[in-house]
């Protein structure tokens, strides 16, 4: 947690944490191969939806523990679920979700999740 992140009362500021979850997310789409899917064929990921429950302020100084699972697929999406925690306290932070879809930027327009991409996923998870 850095000190610029804190707001006014003197907590991580609630958008802090939704870019907490933009890293898990890009570090998921790293490993799964979403972005050598945009890098490649121009078909990568494009943010539907994301919501966050904030259950306990988090400090500066302190490490924020951040996890992210897909817990569903579809053919054209899937759905993450964060899980953010302090390592000083051992507690539940914030929790979340995202809708996540698979988006041709060169069509301009959403596609089937490639299956390389859906493989990758089912890799991921199962290690989980």
């Not at 994301?50 to 569903?72: I, K, N, Y």
């Not at 302090?86 to 959403?110: C, F, H, N, P, Q």
Request: aromatic share 12%; net charge positive.
């Amino acid at each position: 947690v850095k000190w610029g992140e804190m707001d006014a009362y003197g907590h991580v500021n609630n958008t802090v944490l939704f870019r907490y979850f933009e890293s898990a997310r890009m570090a998921y789409f790293e490993r799964c191969g979403f972005i050598t899917s945009y890098e490649r064929d121009r078909v990568g990921a494009i943010l539907h939806s994301t919501s966050c429950r904030f259950r306990r302020p988090l400090f500066c100084p302190d490490t924020a523990l951040v996890g992210t699972r897909v817990p569903q697929v579809g053919v054209d999406r899937f759905v993450m679920e964060y899980r953010v925690a302090s390592r000083t306290t051992a507690e539940l932070v914030a929790e979340g979700t995202a809708t996540i879809v698979s988006y041709d930027y060169g069509a301009g327009r959403k596609v089937a999740l490639p299956e390389a991409v859906r493989a990758g996923i089912s890799v991921l998870e199962a290690r989980a």
